[in-house]
């Protein structure tokens, strides 16, 4: 055994890993091993690296029976496993061509130069599964074994005489193998160190977004895209945060600005051209320079400017800007940071922009459930007092003055919520003015506990009451409304029933559904407006029989979720 070779190759082996080290500590090269974007120009660098290092590695091979032993897969190979398959094969082709001009004559040429190019398509083919199992220490041993194997069996296929072809594959299987195997996972696990720091901080600048996005909660919640919050937000960008500055625009002009950066006085109005490009592209826009009349010429000297679109229903509506120092090895892990925080930032607006939405609904559906109900009982109610009028003008003059109380109560605004009292008032006149329009036809019962201490929304249960009477109890010969209001834990409990025919299945089914029609409307409306303000599963509870209905609302003491408005 030629223990020479074995000196050899390891003295070339840990050469290789000398120079991956040095390669490592170089921000260029750092910067395009941890650059995750395949450009042409980060493409052709790494071949240059990986193309050198296999020429040095043909160099530095020790001579042996006319042929070479030699580390140049692991520069060829590495360049696939880092670099992807496209560098890889023209690494091969490159190292193979060159190891075949430095020794055209020679017995093994062909055959090394033949399985230097295998050995890059091979890295082609394996780099992507390579990346994907975090370049595993066994699957890079065990590829470049099985690729230098090959090369044994191609130097005795195909060179000649094979007695020496023999003879040389004796000498060089072992070293060649062994050493080369080991040293590929030495060699990528210097760049691979690269990726896994690379990792980590991506990992820390997403955790880092929720954390912001949470102070930020509060402010964004508001749904405003003004100046006093978006230097709220620019603060604690920068507070939690190693970058510089923070700049926010609408679609016009700058909105705000945080930090250490100083816009010119006479263009600090007008709109950057990085923010122009975000709107047109709707995508992050990375910048290291501008153009003199650019707002952002001076700042871009010394820092990099990273703009990503602040987008509400599919439109731009602003964007954010984050400043951070201009010679970084690699701005991949800010491009995640800001482009996070960009996508958290716009949905949190949209959100807000819907519950502004849901909330003007609620309203409209409130208003229109006031021009319903007035209309709709003036009629009646003026033709039973008109009836009253002459046999029974004292009777006539309390009617009066319960319609008196029914429409002050309905034109309140729903901005305020009323006591339980207010509301069973504003109920109790409705209920004089129905009595007296059936008269004996129709029963109430009202029992209202008293020291109630709470406060509802109003116009929540006279509706209630109304379907209870006139889809319910008047559907018998004799109707029968049932009115309790009592105390109930933390909160009280208002019970409506009635006596009717119960409500058919198919209306349950439209209300649970929300798919009420007009025979429904006012317990629709109450039902939503419960659910808005109290909360999801704080609507109504309506149990209903062939005998008769009863709904109930729950209403808590406690501050309600939203305003009653």
Same mark, same amino acid.
């Given at each position: 055994?030629?223990?020479? @070779?074995?000196?050899?190759?390891?003295?070339?082996?840990?050469?290789?890993?000398?120079?991956?080290?040095?390669?490592?500590?170089?921000?260029?090269?750092?910067?395009?091993?941890?650059?995750?974007?395949?450009?042409?120009?980060?493409? /052709?660098?790494?071949?240059?690296?990986?193309?050198?290092?296999?020429?040095?590695?043909?160099?530095?091979?020790?001579?042996?029976?006319?042929?070479?032993? *030699?580390?140049?897969?692991?520069?060829?190979?590495?360049?696939?496993?880092?670099?992807?398959?496209?560098?890889?094969?023209?690494?091969?082709?490159?190292?193979?061509?060159?190891?075949?001009?430095?020794?055209?004559?020679?017995?093994?040429?062909?055959?090394?130069?033949?399985?230097?190019?295998?050995?890059?398509?091979?890295?082609?083919?394996?780099?992507?599964?390579?990346?994907?199992?975090?370049?595993?220490?066994?699957?890079?041993?065990?590829?470049?074994?099985?690729?230098?194997?090959?090369?044994?069996?191609?130097?005795?296929?195909?060179?000649?005489?094979?007695?020496?072809?023999?003879?040389?594959?004796?000498?060089?299987?072992?070293?060649?193998?062994?050493?080369?195997?080991?040293?590929?996972? /030495?060699?990528?696990?210097?760049?691979?160190?690269?990726?896994?720091?690379?990792?980590?901080?991506?990992?820390?600048?997403?955790?880092?977004?929720?954390?912001?996005?949470?102070?930020?909660?509060?402010?964004?919640?508001?749904?405003?895209?003004?100046?006093? *919050?978006?230097?709220?937000?620019?603060?604690? @960008?920068?507070?939690?945060?190693?970058?510089?500055?923070?700049?926010?625009?609408?679609?016009?002009?700058?909105?705000?600005? *945080?930090?250490?950066?100083?816009?010119?006085?006479?263009?600090?109005?007008?709109?950057?051209?990085?923010?122009?490009?975000?709107?047109?592209?709707?995508?992050?826009?990375?910048?290291?320079?501008?153009?003199?009349?650019?707002?952002?010429?001076?700042?871009?000297?010394?820092?990099?400017?990273?703009?990503?679109?602040?987008?509400?229903?599919?439109?731009?509506?602003?964007?954010?800007?984050?400043?951070?120092?201009?010679?970084?090895?690699?701005?991949?892990?800010?491009?995640?940071?800001?482009?996070?925080?960009?996508?958290?930032?716009?949905?949190?607006?949209?959100?807000?922009?819907?519950?502004?939405?849901?909330?003007?609904?609620?309203?409209?559906?409130?208003?229109? /459930?006031?021009?319903?109900?007035?209309?709709?009982?003036?009629?009646?109610?003026?033709?039973?007092?008109?009836?009253?009028?002459?046999?029974?003008?004292?009777?006539?003059?309390?009617?009066?003055?319960?319609?008196?109380?029914?429409?002050?109560?309905?034109?309140?605004?729903?901005?305020?919520?009323?006591?339980?009292?207010?509301?069973?008032?504003?109920?109790?006149?409705?209920?004089?003015?129905?009595?007296?329009?059936?008269?004996?036809?129709?029963?109430?019962?009202?029992?209202?506990?008293?020291?109630?201490?709470?406060?509802?929304?109003?116009?929540?249960?006279?509706?209630?009451?109304?379907?209870?009477?006139?889809?319910?109890?008047?559907?018998?010969?004799?109707?029968?409304?049932?009115?309790?209001?009592?105390?109930?834990?933390?909160?009280?409990?208002?019970?409506?029933?009635? *006596?009717?025919?119960?409500?058919?299945?198919?209306?349950?089914?439209?209300?649970?559904?929300?798919?009420?029609?007009?025979?429904?409307?006012? /317990?629709?409306?109450?039902?939503?407006?419960?659910?808005?303000?109290?909360?999801?599963?704080?609507?109504?509870?309506?149990?209903?029989?062939?005998?008769?209905?009863?709904?109930?609302?729950?209403?808590?003491?406690?501050?309600?979720?939203?305003?009653?408005?």
């Amino acid at each position: 055994m030629n223990f020479d @070779i074995f000196s050899a190759m390891l003295l070339n082996i840990g050469l290789l890993i000398l120079l991956a080290q040095i390669l490592a500590r170089i921000k260029a090269v750092r910067r395009v091993i941890v650059h995750e974007d395949d450009s042409l120009k980060d493409q /052709l660098f790494l071949i240059l690296i990986f193309s050198s290092i296999g020429i040095i590695s043909n160099y530095t091979g020790y001579s042996i029976n006319g042929a070479i032993a *030699n580390t140049r897969v692991i520069g060829v190979m590495a360049s696939g496993f880092i670099g992807g398959p496209v560098v890889s094969v023209i690494v091969g082709l490159v190292a193979g061509l060159h190891r075949f001009l430095i020794d055209i004559n020679g017995f093994s040429t062909i055959a090394c130069s033949i399985s230097t190019v295998i050995g890059g398509i091979v890295a082609a083919f394996a780099s992507k599964n390579v990346k994907k199992n975090k370049y595993s220490s066994s699957e890079l041993f065990l590829i470049t074994f099985i690729v230098e194997s090959l090369q044994m069996l191609i130097i005795l296929l195909i060179a000649r005489p094979f007695d020496e072809a023999f003879l040389l594959v004796k000498n060089i299987f072992l070293p060649m193998t062994i050493f080369n195997s080991v040293g590929m996972v /030495l060699f990528v696990g210097v760049f691979k160190n690269l990726i896994t720091e690379q990792e980590h901080k991506v990992g820390k600048k997403v955790a880092l977004t929720f954390d912001i996005t949470q102070k930020c909660l509060p402010i964004l919640k508001t749904g405003e895209f003004n100046e006093d *919050n978006c230097k709220e937000i620019g603060e604690i @960008i920068l507070d939690y945060s190693e970058d510089l500055a923070v700049v926010f625009t609408d679609t016009e002009r700058i909105i705000s600005v *945080n930090g250490k950066i100083k816009l010119p006085c006479h263009n600090s109005d007008s709109l950057p051209g990085i923010s122009s490009r975000v709107f047109k592209e709707k995508e992050v826009i990375v910048a290291e320079d501008a153009p003199e009349n650019d707002v952002f010429h001076e700042p871009l000297k010394h820092m990099i400017a990273i703009s990503v679109p602040l987008i509400k229903n599919d439109d731009v509506f602003g964007s954010m800007i984050i400043f951070s120092k201009k010679y970084r090895i690699s701005y991949q892990s800010q491009i995640t940071f800001a482009d996070g925080l960009g996508k958290l930032f716009s949905a949190q607006f949209e959100l807000a922009d819907m519950e502004m939405q849901k909330e003007l609904l609620v309203k409209a559906e409130y208003k229109a /459930l006031q021009s319903q109900i007035n209309p709709h009982f003036i009629f009646n109610s003026l033709n039973t007092i008109s009836s009253f009028v002459r046999e029974k003008p004292d009777d006539a003059r309390e009617l009066l003055i319960a319609l008196a109380t029914y429409f002050r109560n309905s034109i309140k605004t729903k901005d305020a919520l009323v006591s339980i009292y207010e509301e069973m008032e504003y109920v109790e006149a409705f209920l004089q003015l129905v009595k007296a329009r059936f008269d004996d036809r129709l029963e109430i019962n009202m029992d209202v506990e008293e020291d109630l201490n709470c406060m509802v929304p109003c116009l929540i249960v006279q509706p209630i009451v109304e379907n209870a009477v006139l889809h319910g109890a008047m559907s018998r010969k004799t109707g029968r409304v049932a009115i309790k209001v009592r105390k109930n834990g933390k909160g009280v409990l208002i019970s409506v029933s009635d *006596n009717g025919h119960g409500v058919p299945q198919d209306i349950l089914e439209r209300l649970k559904n929300d798919r009420s029609d007009e025979s429904s409307i006012g /317990l629709a409306n109450v039902d939503k407006r419960l659910a808005y303000i109290y909360g999801r599963g704080n609507g109504l509870d309506i149990v209903s029989t062939p005998s008769g209905t009863t709904v109930n609302i729950n209403i808590s003491k406690n501050q309600p979720m939203t305003k009653a408005g």
